[in-house]
């Protein structure tokens, strides 16, 4: 059974700063990983997709890596703003299904 | 360009009522999934299905029942609600479960059972 966990829980800093989250997962047969934001109160925003025979992905100020042999994905945020405040969630594809972590909720203060 | 549409968004319902909660996706995606998201947590697979006709249980099943009579339609049906069952539920869509293809999330029904 696939299971991914997400850390840290919870992040607070301030703004301009560059950031790290982390993701693993325990089966490295995935077919690819998702990062997705959740605002407060709303639905899922997908962020980028790194299919299983890449490394990493970059959108803007967004940069996702994957490591498919150690299990683990990493969210690095560059120049963090204060509307970049929300819950981050990591989503793994293996077999047919989509297995979220618990996500990290980030707090950027201005 | 409407993607994963699911109604109602908002709903409340007594103990022992049953609803269904509607999810409808225009993208020709084979695969739709239902999630659950409880407060604090990540999201839990209820039901998916892999194309008309076909259905399986996710991770999170009792209590909830789906069909899939079309592409485009997936329904969840709630028999008898129960407190346990308030929760934010997701449905979401994909092509296909491999690469390069994602998935789409529809906005969510935030459910509560008094």
Known sequence: ???VTQIPAALSV?????LVLNCSFTD???????????????????LLLIQSSQREQTSGRLNASLDKSSGRSTLYIAASQPGDSATYLCAVVSGSRLTFGEGTQLTVNP | NAGVTQTPKFRILKIG??????????MNHN???WYRQDPGMGLKLIYY?????????????NGYNVSRS?????PLRLELAAPSQTSVYFCASSYLAGPPYGYTFGSGTRLTVV
């Open chain 1, 1 to 3: 059974k696939q299971e």
């Open chain 2, 17 to 26: 009522q049953s609803m269904t909660l509607q999810c409808t996706q225009d």
């Open chain 1, 28 to 46: 490295s047969a995935i077919y690819n990983l998702q990062w997705f934001r959740q605002d407060h109160g709303k639905g899922l925003t997908s």
């Open chain 2, 70 to 74: 079309t592409t485009e339609d997936f």
């Open chain 2, 31 to 33: 695969y739709m999934y």
């Open chain 1, 14 to 18: 301030p703004e301009g700063e560059n």
């Open chain 2, 49 to 61: 299905s892999v194309g008309a006709g076909i259905t399986d249980k996710g991770e999170v099943p």
